[in-house]
């Protein structure tokens, strides 16, 4: 007599016994489901600096036009930036840059500086 025959003999003389063998695996499966750590989304950290400036009195056009655009152009300049941007208000502004993944932030805050 073979292994598969031996195998599988009890279940096929208990098929009861198989049946609720087989419900109590799905059950404790279907649990253990329930359990599992599971995010939607990898959590990501992107290197991100945000620069500030401010201009004491100055209008927020004035502040966009004047100081953050300039701004803009010369971090524009930065390698591995994936996106900008800017937000101004009664004399300051604020300009966050976003850089790629593999982008080191100690290298990037230099060129920032820079």
């Given amino acids: ?10 279940f096929i003389r208990r098929p009861v016994a198989t049946t609720l063998l087989t ?10 489901f329930r359990f599992l750590p599971v995010a939607p989304l990898p959590r990501i950290d992107f290197p991100t600096i945000a620069v500030g400036a401010g201009l004491p009195g100055a209008s927020p056009e ?4 004047n100081v953050a655009a300039p701004l803009e152009r ?5 390698a591995s930036v994936t ?8 004399g300051s502004t604020s300009i966050v840059l976003q850089f790629d993944l593999n982008r080191d932030i100690n290298a990037a805050a230099r060129d920032v500086q820079a």
Avoid: R
């Avoid at 007599?1 to 009890?10: H, R």
């Fill in 1 to 10: 007599m073979n292994f598969s025959s031996n195998f599988s003999a009890p």
């Fill in 23 to 32: 419900l109590s695996i799905l059950l404790s499966g279907a649990v253990a």
């Fill in 62 to 65: 004035t502040m966009a036009s």
């Fill in 74 to 78: 010369q971090l524009g300049h930065i």
């Fill in 83 to 90: 996106q900008m941007t800017s937000s101004s208000s009664m």
